[in-house]
């Protein structure tokens, strides 16, 4: 069969660059840690091609949805080539197979059995390209007793022990909250990414490919540090968590006092420098078990008397970290986030909304989204044609 052979473009030496320009990605992915890894790579200048099924990502539906059109689904996708394929088809495998051949990345996030039932696995194509770098996001990994357990990101947080150690810097509770942010998701795409960018670079050096299994359980145990530590050692722990919510007359700010330096600052903002040399607080241990107490006499003789906007003012003029409780409007709202170019504008066949842009800016290269998020199926016909498939081909896949 005809095969496209992969092709490095000579990178940009403007300040367009893209850092991956030339790579050509197969996305595979679908709902959040996947799309969430190739939507960095597309960011960063790789060709991402999102295969999809006759349906669609199921993110197509989730809202917002305007004229069929779903933002949440766009932040994910935005910038990527849409086509369908049904990969449960002599058909589907063979164009798979001609992909493969002519790319540089293949992402997917099903369960491990999934793309070996389709002959779709790293062993299956490998064959077609000992380049390739394919990446696996699961919820377990590839692997061991646990590896075709369903996973979405609310049982990852509850089996990774996120959910218990989160509860546990929330006094007098003892249910475990819904964390509706899919931290898990996020997490695993981000170092999907990270795990990727290696590869590359060892590919530079070794000219062969390799397998990374991503296991999302794992990637939120990188989140529970202290915890971990603490769950092998015995360490005696404050009644009330040394980060929180201070009250003020109208509401509350949040001041984190991670250093003698912070805690010296922050008493003098409160106008209790006495409390610097109390024997209850003057030393780190003894303070840290009776934070409560220190707490509880910030808020009586200062913090509860003010505004927040005050006692922002006041712990500003000393350097304290702190901050207001914002919304996430307010946040994407703050003149910081504007300086920064925090947000890129992009459109579908809806219309613009704004996403983030990557959290890093970098001298020599540009990391942006393509601003066009593709309808469902758009680049199929394009994209076969590449692959060497004549128009009548195209036809009859679509026939079948």
């Given at each position: 069969?005809?095969?496209?052979?992969?092709?490095?473009?000579?990178?940009?030496?403007?300040?367009?660059?893209?850092?991956?320009?030339?790579?050509?990605?197969?996305?595979?992915?679908?709902?959040?840690?996947?799309?969430?890894?190739?939507?960095?790579?597309?960011?960063?200048?790789?060709?991402?091609?999102?295969?999809?099924?006759?349906?669609?990502?199921?993110?197509?539906?989730?809202?917002?949805?305007?004229?069929?059109?779903?933002t949440a689904f766009g932040q994910l996708n935005v910038g990527k080539k849409s086509i369908v394929l049904d990969l449960k088809s002599p058909d589907g495998l063979e164009a798979v197979q001609r992909l493969v051949a002519g790319a540089d990345i293949l992402v997917e996030n099903f369960r491990p059995s999934v793309m070996q039932r389709l002959q779709m696995d790293y062993a299956s194509l490998r064959g077609f390209n000992p380049e390739l770098i394919y990446c696996s996001i699961s919820g377990y990994g590839q692997t061991g007793p646990s590896a075709e357990l369903p996973a979405y990101a609310p049982a990852i947080h509850a089996a990774s022990g996120f959910d218990l150690a989160h509860l546990a810097y929330q006094p007098g509770r003892d249910r475990p909250d819904y964390c509706g942010i899919y931290l898990a998701d996020v997490v695993s795409g981000i170092y999907a990414y990270g795990a990727i960018t290696s590869a590359l670079y060892q590919r530079v050096r070794t000219g062969e490919g390799q397998h990374i299994d991503?296991?999302?359980?794992?990637?939120?145990?990188t989140l529970t540090l202290n915890e971990m530590q603490w769950s092998q050692f015995p360490v005696t722990l404050p009644g009330r968590p040394q980060f929180g919510p201070v009250e003020t007359s109208d509401g509350y700010v949040m001041i984190a006092v991670a250093s003698e330096k912070s805690f010296r600052s922050f008493m003098l903002a409160a106008e209790r420098p006495d409390l610097i040399t109390d024997p209850r607080f003057e030393k780190y241990a003894d303070r840290r078990l009776?934070?409560?107490?220190?707490?509880?006499?910030?808020e009586t003789s200062w913090s509860?008397?003010?505004?927040?906007k005050q006692c922002l003012a006041a712990l500003d003029k000393f350097g304290v970290p702190c901050s207001a409780y914002r919304t996430v409007a307010e946040a994407m709202a703050d003149p910081q986030t504007a300086h920064r170019q925090a947000l890129a504008e992009v459109h579908d066949d809806a219309g613009s909304f704004k996403v983030l842009n990557l959290p890093f800016r970098m001298s020599a290269a540009n990391p942006s989204p393509n601003p066009r998020v593709a309808r469902l199926g758009e680049h199929t016909k394009a994209v076969l044609q590449q692959a060497g498939y004549s128009d009548e081909d195209i036809a009859r896949f679509g026939a079948r």
């Open positions: 069969m005809t095969v496209e052979t992969r092709t490095q473009k000579p990178l940009a030496t403007t300040a367009n660059a893209r850092a991956l320009d030339g790579l050509r990605v197969l996305d595979f992915s679908t709902t959040i840690a996947g799309p969430h890894c190739t939507r960095m790579l597309s960011d960063m200048g790789a060709e991402v091609i999102k295969i999809e099924a006759a349906d669609g990502d199921t993110m197509r539906n989730r809202p917002p949805v305007r004229e069929a059109c779903s991503v296991s999302m359980l794992e990637a939120m145990l009776a934070w409560g107490e220190l707490m509880d006499t910030i509860r008397k003010l505004t927040s």
